[in-house]
């Protein structure tokens, strides 16, 4: 949800501002642009539209310098046009800013800001924060931006430069993400680690409430109430390779291509042979299930989008597994939703990015009400990380495409691990059934390769759906979570309408949309009720609906009821969401490349929501 670079160095900012940007483009990009400081003035190039229109116009001479700040824009206020890109700068133009997030009192602080004779030119919130820090400047940029910050309410991440001292940025921020990088007499600022890893492996993490002044020779940090701050490097040993396409023609492509790989990662050295030499679950580092393991009598799992989706597996596996009642609520209804909290009620917040304005702010309010606060994330030292009791990590890598696959699957991997551990801890798994769990996750990784390497029936489909403005999910139990995430990944990257559903609800309504060729996605992995998928299957049938299923390749019965059936390695029910996900994914991924459409960057979205 926008993405921030800063340089100030001995090289030319020009470079690394166009290659941050270009590492930061997935989260956002209705425009785009860049400033780069010489003693005493400031030039800045900016455009609506992807990366490629602003690289399109810079002018490398123009914007030669050491000192530079860029940003891509999801837009919040203002529509994407070139007057509301960022950077923004004051009157005179010597102050710059680019903002992450959004400054919640900016109607009241512009009204004030036009009294006192200031003109806007964009609609954004973030120009009142290059007036601000212009206004308070006597020569200190720090105290200007301390200023500034203590006029704005809301979430934000700012980064603010003067061509009155073009040898440093000040940074501050109040939720939104930041990283410093250190290198040798350059240093830099960003919204992520991938930004900059090309330049540097070390790194330093601005907290909330911390402001930045980042010069060439390191960064200092301070609370806002000017307190300063000592703070460790840490090194990251990530491949940059893995922010490269790789041979795919999008990054969602390598990353539905990761998947098995991920599959194993994520379980890790979090199996180990047990005394009885079968196989168990080690998650270790979780303070609460050490010190208190039976203290859990309710998990409420929260969060938003695919990862909402992962919580409506996990729902079941803690039930199933652990024997433990839970509940799944999407981040944004449960903080505003005066939930009741009780003893024993574990919060799980679910979280790729770990930077969701909501999945934390659902977060936070559990645990000011005296729930444990655990976290499901992929990125290490993101702000959910940093915030919860406890954190299991999924350890997919960097997801760059929009639409998440990989993150999605690890977090499945993930909630099956925690499930085990707690079912084994409270008596409810026996070793031998752990064991044969466990053996079965750990033949996953081969069945996602053998899905991997036959799509030649999911393109044929995908050239069927695309003709379809309307297409609809079901499943039930576990598939209909499933069916959730399949409706999701088509919509968002090849904007047809999809709608999923439990099949039994088909008939309450929406069976009156089923006519001759609407193709129906049956997911019909589970066991207990496959006899009722099948009769649900007779109904879209008998209206002449296009039945395509995903099922598993031993089921006889299936293709009796299909057009087309898409087969899956047979594995246990309770794992078959990590398995039959994949064909959802690649028939997504087809459909929206055979209707040409932007797939890693899907209209109107961004990776990660910040803002509200
Ligand atoms: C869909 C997608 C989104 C995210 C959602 C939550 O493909 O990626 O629905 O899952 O925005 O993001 P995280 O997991 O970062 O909290």
């Given at each position: ?376 994330t992929n990125v290490v030292g993101s702000s959910l990380a940093r915030e919860a009791d406890d954190v299991i990590y999924t350890w997919a890598g960097p997801e760059i495409s929009v639409a998440s696959t990989k993150a999605y699957i690890a977090m499945l991997v993930g909630e099956t691990l925690l499930a085990l551990e707690m079912g084994r801890r409270s008596g409810r798994l026996s070793p031998a059934e752990e064991g044969e769990l466990v053996a079965e996750l750990r033949g996953l990784p081969s069945k996602a390769t053998r899905i991997l390497e036959s799509p030649d029936e999911i393109v044929r489909l995908a050239e069927e759906l695309a003709k379809w403005p309307n297409v609809y999910f079901i ?138």
């Amino acid at each position: 949800m926008c993405g921030i670079v800063g340089y100030v160095g001995s090289g030319q900012a020009l470079e690394v501002l166009l290659h941050g940007l270009t590492r930061l483009e997935y989260r956002g990009y209705d425009s785009a642009g860049l400033a780069v400081a010489r003693p005493g003035s400031i030039t800045i190039a900016k455009a609506e539209g992807k990366l490629s229109r602003l690289k399109g116009i810079v002018d490398p001479t123009a914007l030669s310098g050491h000192l530079g700040i860029g940003h891509t824009r999801w837009a919040t206020h203002g529509v994407p046009s070139d007057r509301n890109a960022h950077p923004h700068s004051d009157t005179s133009g010597d102050f710059v800013v680019v903002h992450n997030g959004i400054v919640e009192n900016f109607r009241t602080l512009r009204d004030q800001l036009e009294l006192r004779g200031v003109t806007f030119r964009s609609d954004t919130d973030t120009e009142v924060l290059a007036h601000l820090v212009a206004e308070a400047f006597d020569g200190d940029l720090t105290e200007a931006v301390r200023y500034a910050i203590g006029q704005a309410q809301g979430a934000y991440a700012l980064v603010a430069m003067t061509a009155h001292r073009p040898d440093r940025i000040v940074a501050a921020r109040m939720t939104s993400p930041l990283v410093v990088g250190l290198g040798e007499n350059e240093t830099f600022l960003a919204s992520d680690i991938p930004a900059i890893l090309k330049y540097t492996q070390r790194f330093q993490l601005v907290e909330d409430g911390e402001i930045v002044t980042v010069t060439e020779a390191g960064a200092a940090f301070e609370t806002f109430s000017g307190n300063p701050i000592e703070k460790k490097p840490f090194t990251v040993d990530w491949e940059t390779d893995s922010v490269f396409k790789g041979g795919f023609d999008h990054f969602m492509e390598k990353e539905i291509h990761e998947q098995p790989e991920v599959i194993a990662r994520t379980m890790g050295t979090r199996i180990r042979a047990g005394a009885d030499g079968g196989e168990r679950v080690a998650l270790e580092g979780l303070r609460w299930l050490d010190q208190s393991p039976d203290g859990v009598n309710r998990i409420r799992i929260t969060a938003c989008g695919t990862a909402y989706h992962a919580g409506l597996v996990g729902r079941i596996l803690f039930e199933q597994l652990a024997g433990i009642p839970g509940e799944v609520a999407y981040a944004h209804e449960l903080r505003y939703g005066n939930p009741l909290f009780e003893e024993g009620l574990l919060t799980l917040a679910i979280s790729q990015s770990g930077e969701t304005a909501d999945t934390l702010a659902a977060g936070r309010l559990s645990r000011e009400h005296g729930s444990r606060l655990l976290a499901l994330t992929n990125v290490v030292g993101s702000s959910l990380a940093r915030e919860a009791d406890d954190v299991i990590y999924t350890w997919a890598g960097p997801e760059i495409s929009v639409a998440s696959t990989k993150a999605y699957i690890a977090m499945l991997v993930g909630e099956t691990l925690l499930a085990l551990e707690m079912g084994r801890r409270s008596g409810r798994l026996s070793p031998a059934e752990e064991g044969e769990l466990v053996a079965e996750l750990r033949g996953l990784p081969s069945k996602a390769t053998r899905i991997l390497e036959s799509p030649d029936e999911i393109v044929r489909l995908a050239e069927e759906l695309a003709k379809w403005p309307n297409v609809y999910f079901i499943g039930r139990g576990l598939d209909h979570a499933t069916a959730m995430e399949g409706a999701l990944k088509l919509k968002e990257i090849s904007y047809i309408h999809a709608e999923a559903m439990p099949s039994g609800e088909l008939k309450h309504g929406t069976l009156a949309l089923i006519s001759p060729g609407v193709p129906v996605v049956a997911v019909a992995t589970n066991p207990q009720v496959h006899s009722k998928v099948l009769l649900g299957l007779q109904e879209v049938k008998a209206r002449r609906g296009q039945v395509i299923a995903v099922a598993f390749e031993d089921d006889q019965e299936i293709g009796s009821v299909s057009d087309h059936v898409i087969r899956i390695p047979r594995t246990a029910h309770l794992l078959s969401p990590i398995l039959a996900a994949i064909p959802l994914q690649l028939l997504a991924y087809h459909t929206a490349r055979r209707l040409g459409r932007d797939i890693d960057q899907p209209r109107n979205l961004a990776k990660s929501v910040t803002v509200e």
